[in-house]
């Protein structure tokens, strides 16, 4: 449930990305030259940085074109989620919501637990239900180029824009909000702003996904990120097996 506040709150971000510029949606897509000049305006110091020259490679069989369009749109989805996830993680250290979480009348998970044990301390039932909801979110981010109101609407791998959620448009039940640029903060902002927006966020994901990697790190191997010594707690379980509070592996 916190997951979805922290969403709604932040959902806005998604909302920045250019007509033109950094992300280009003409017929012949992104190249490894469009990626060096980003990089450069992302981190000047730094600059590209492929190690394994993902952006040379053509991934199962596809286009280098088809590729491209895959690695855009996956950095800015994780970026997005571990900005989610750090702002939650904080959260959930400091203050959780006073009323029930079930129908029974449990509470949610004290503070005195890390975020990590707060899951674990989570029914089953409200496991299920928020890995189905983004289930459901990952699905519906992949059924670009369909009839309704998001015809049109290019695949990510296909010269599409990358990052951009189709509108709840075509589901039959209304839907009050799109995931992408809910209040419309988008529409009469410049190509430039725009530009600076996404370059901001990119940024700000990468970093979010290095601070997140440095909680986990700290919790699980003391001495590790010194800087968080006594702030996060230790937990001992395994972040990567979400079900292991419920089943016995």
């Known amino acids: 449930m916190r997951t979805l506040v922290l969403a709604s709150l932040l959902a806005h971000t998604v909302a920045f990305i250019p007509n033109n510029g950094l992300v280009r949606t003409s017929s012949l897509g992104e190249s490894k030259a ?71 009348g ?72 799109n995931l992408y640029d809910p209040f419309g903060f988008s529409k009469n902002m410049s190509d430039e702003m725009k530009e600076r927006r996404l370059r901001a966020e990119i940024n700000n994901g990468r970093l979010a996904q290095l601070g997140l990697i440095g909680f986990l790190c700290a919790q699980t191997i003391p001495g590790s990120v010194p800087a968080l010594e006594g702030i996060v707690k230790p937990y001992s379980g395994e972040v990567m097996a979400p079900f292991s509070a419920d089943f016995a592996f």
């Open 106 to 177: 449990m509470a949610f998970p004290s503070t005195e637990l890390s975020p990590p044990e707060q899951w674990d301390a989570l029914p089953l039932a409200s496991k299920m239900q928020i890995i189905l909801f983004i289930g459901f979110l990952e699905f519906y981010s992949e059924l670009s180029e369909r009839p309704g109101s998001n015809a049109g609407q290019l695949h990510y791998t296909k010269r599409g824009v990358p990052g951009k959620f189709p509108t709840f448009d075509a589901i039959p039940h209304p839907v009050p909000f």
């Open 34 to 104: 469009d990626l060096e000049n980003m990089a450069k305006k992302l981190n000047p110091l730094i600059g590209f940085y492929d190690p394994l020259n993902l952006t040379e490679s053509a991934l199962w069989g596809t286009s280098n074109e088809f590729t491209i369009g895959w690695l855009r749109h996956s950095e800015i989805k994780h970026g997005r989620v571990a900005m989610m996830a750090f702002v939650g993680y904080v959260v959930q250290s400091n203050w959780h919501f006073p009323w029930a979480m079930t129908l029974s």
